[in-house]
T-cell receptor
Framework: AQSVSQHNHHVILSEAASLELGCNYS??????LFWYVQYPGQHLQLLLK??????LVKGIKGFEAEFIKSKFSFNLRKPSVQWSDTAEYFC???????????FGKGTKLSVKP | GAVVSQHPSWVICKSGTSVKIECRSL??????MFWYRQFPKQSLMLMAT?????????EQGVEKDKFLINHASLTLSTLTVTSAHPEDSSFYIC?????????????FGPGTRLTVL
């Protein structure tokens, strides 16, 4: 079945630690890849996206993600997290320009001050 | 980015009643909107795709007679939960798709928390 897998359900880090959240998908062919963030009590916001070109994409708030086609992965990274990064992070994939977004189950990030 | 609003943000209703949730694109027109349902600690599950001027396309397992979707204009889609039951309690999120350059992007509303007593 087509799916998006996020490996970590809950990640707890101290401030200034580095972050990497895993995301793998199971589709072949052309895909568009997204990371969304949902801060407590707020709506989903787009962090970054990959459509084509440079597989290393930079998003808002210092986040970046790398698309590795051979591994079907799109991991999210941040060199130094802040307490304000505490949120839930969702990886999403769609196939081509008309496909629907398929979401992973999300990873809750808790950053200790 | 584009702004999508939802109303109400939360609603509590009695079992057996119907609840209507509105989704609006505030500063753009959206021919396509999506309705998702999010259970606690789980992902967003697509319920249906709402196309302006035509019938919604429902995902497998979603009862179209229970979750009525109307996309009456390019800026408004509504989801009506008919004869709601406690198991319908959930977080409902809509999104609107917009063309950005040569790609489509989705912008999400803040969600509506439905509690059915």
């Amino acid at each position: 079945a087509q799916s998006v897998s996020q490996h970590n359900h809950h990640v707890i880090l101290s401030e200034a630690a580095s972050l990497e959240l895993g995301c793998n998908y199971s589709y072949g062919g052309t895909v568009n890849l997204f990371w969304y963030v949902q801060y407590p009590g707020q709506h989903l916001q787009l962090l970054l996206k990959y459509f084509s070109g440079d597989p290393l994409v930079k998003g808002i708030k210092g986040f970046e993600a790398e698309f590795i086609k051979s591994k079907f992965s799109f991991n999210l990274r941040k060199p130094s997290v802040q307490w304000s990064d505490t949120a839930e992070y969702f990886c999403a994939v769609n196939r081509g320009s008309q496909g629907n977004l398929i979401f992973g189950k999300g990873t809750k990030l808790s950053v200790k001050p | 980015g584009a702004v999508v609003s939802q109303h109400p943000s939360w609603v509590i209703c009695k079992s057996g009643t119907s609840v209507k949730i509105e989704c609006r694109s505030l500063d753009f027109q959206a021919t396509t909107m999506f309705w998702y349902r999010q259970f606690p600690k789980q992902s967003l599950m697509l319920m249906a795709t709402s196309n302006e001027g035509s019938k919604a396309t429902y995902e497998q397992g979603v009862e179209k007679d229970k979750f009525l979707i109307n996309h009456a204009s390019l800026t408004l889609s509504t989801l009506t939960v008919t004869s709601a039951h406690p198991e319908d309690s959930s977080f409902y999120i809509c999104s609107a798709r917009i063309r950005v350059g040569s790609y489509n992007e989705q912008f999400f509303g803040p969600g509506t928390r439905l509690t059915v007593l």
